[in-house]
């Protein structure tokens, strides 16, 4: 556990930090106001990390023909790694899915770690942001090497987050161009039997520099009424009949339809338990 010494004495007007040893990536601060008051706290970075325990398969999430076969593509490139690596045939492990937010972006990444059987690491960038942009390159870095290190799948969502804030604030400008190159080089130098996924609904704003990094960029559109008609088919046919009659919507994304179609069931059930409270005697 890293330590951090912090000492109040009366002739400072501000503390003293004694010393910092980092170690697993945990920090515990000591607070001294004087020789008879010391207490302590601790913080932990990986408070900011996911891990994701649910289970799902490709199949479960709705894609294009094209969309699941670079993706069973890429499965099968990391079961084979040594393989390929005998032939001297890179391994694609830095991919990008893009698109509209709700079509499956995140069910992917826990799908494709499920398949490699291997954990899976959610970091929402927008959540490690700071506005000490160094702290945040070095919780970036403890993090990544966190992944290379347990041979876990790294899932960065909302990586736009890093594109909208090079442009907030123009004093931001040069630091936050600092932060961008941290990231081009932890995923240039990570390692090829890792895997890192990134999702963003806004490709366009991201440098380019990062883009180019991505061996494969992987696109998610609005799904068509006819993607969407298969997909109530297949979440209503758990329910009974009766309460599958839903009024369908269409031009929205896979979540808002899962949400719309649950509600409207949900609400079905509840007028059925409802009429049959009534008619009992």
Request: proline letters at 3%.
């Given at each position: 556990?890293?330590?951090?010494?912090?000492?109040?004495?009366?002739?400072?007007?501000?503390?003293?930090?004694?010393?910092?040893?980092?170690?697993?990536?945990?920090?515990?601060?000591?607070?001294?106001?004087?020789?008879?008051?010391?207490?302590?706290?601790?913080?932990?970075?990986?408070?900011?990390?996911?891990?994701?325990k649910e289970e799902v398969t490709l199949n479960d999430v709705f894609l294009g023909s094209n969309n699941r076969d670079q993706l069973v593509q890429l499965i099968k490139e990391h079961n084979y790694v040594k393989e390929l690596q005998e032939y001297g045939l890179?391994?694609?492990?830095?991919?990008?899915?893009?698109?509209?937010?709700?079509?499956?972006?995140?069910?992917?990444?826990?799908?494709?770690?499920?398949?490699?059987?291997?954990?899976?690491?959610?970091?929402?960038?927008?959540n490690i942001v700071s506005s000490r942009i160094g702290e945040t390159s070095q919780n970036i870095k403890m993090i990544f090497d966190k992944a290379a290190r347990e041979r876990s799948v790294l899932f960065l969502d909302e990586l736009d987050q890093i594109g909208?804030?090079?442009?907030?604030?123009?004093?931001?400008?040069?630091?936050?161009?600092?932060?961008?190159?941290?990231?081009?080089?932890?995923?240039?130098?990570?390692?090829?039997?890792?895997?890192?996924?990134?999702?963003?609904?806004?490709?366009?704003?991201?440098?380019?520099?990062?883009?180019?990094?991505?061996?494969?960029?992987?696109?998610?559109?609005?799904?068509?009424?006819?993607?969407?008609?298969?997909?109530?088919?297949?979440?209503?046919?758990?329910?009974?009949?009766?309460?599958?009659?839903?009024?369908?919507?269409?031009?929205?994304?896979?979540?808002?339809?899962?949400?719309?179609?649950?509600?409207?069931?949900?609400?079905?059930?509840?007028?059925?338990?409802?009429?049959?409270?009534?008619?009992?005697?």
């Amino acid at each position: 556990m890293g330590v951090i010494f912090i000492c109040f004495f009366p002739s400072l007007a501000y503390p003293l930090i004694l010393f910092q040893v980092p170690e697993n990536h945990s920090i515990k601060l000591y607070l001294c106001t004087d020789k008879n008051h010391f207490f302590s706290f601790s913080m932990n970075l990986y408070n900011l990390i996911i891990q994701d325990k649910e289970e799902v398969t490709l199949n479960d999430v709705f894609l294009g023909s094209n969309n699941r076969d670079q993706l069973v593509q890429l499965i099968k490139e990391h079961n084979y790694v040594k393989e390929l690596q005998e032939y001297g045939l890179p391994v694609n492990n830095k991919i990008l899915l893009q698109g509209k937010s709700g079509c499956g972006k995140t069910m992917t990444a826990k799908a494709v770690a499920n398949a490699l059987g291997k954990n899976i690491l959610i970091l929402n960038l927008s959540n490690i942001v700071s506005s000490r942009i160094g702290e945040t390159s070095q919780n970036i870095k403890m993090i990544f090497d966190k992944a290379a290190r347990e041979r876990s799948v790294l899932f960065l969502d909302e990586l736009d987050q890093i594109g909208k804030a090079r442009g907030s604030d123009d004093k931001d400008v040069g630091e936050m161009r600092r932060l961008v190159n941290t990231l081009i080089q932890l995923i240039d130098y990570y390692p090829e039997n890792a895997l890192l996924l990134c999702a963003t609904n806004h490709a366009e704003i991201i440098d380019t520099a990062l883009l180019r990094r991505f061996q494969l960029k992987i696109n998610y559109e609005m799904p068509s009424a006819e993607f969407l008609d298969t997909f109530y088919d297949n979440l209503l046919s758990k329910f009974p009949e009766d309460l599958r009659n839903i009024d369908r919507r269409y031009s929205i994304s896979f979540a808002e339809a899962k949400d719309h179609a649950l509600t409207s069931v949900k609400s079905a059930l509840i007028k059925k338990l409802e009429s049959q409270e009534i008619t009992q005697p």
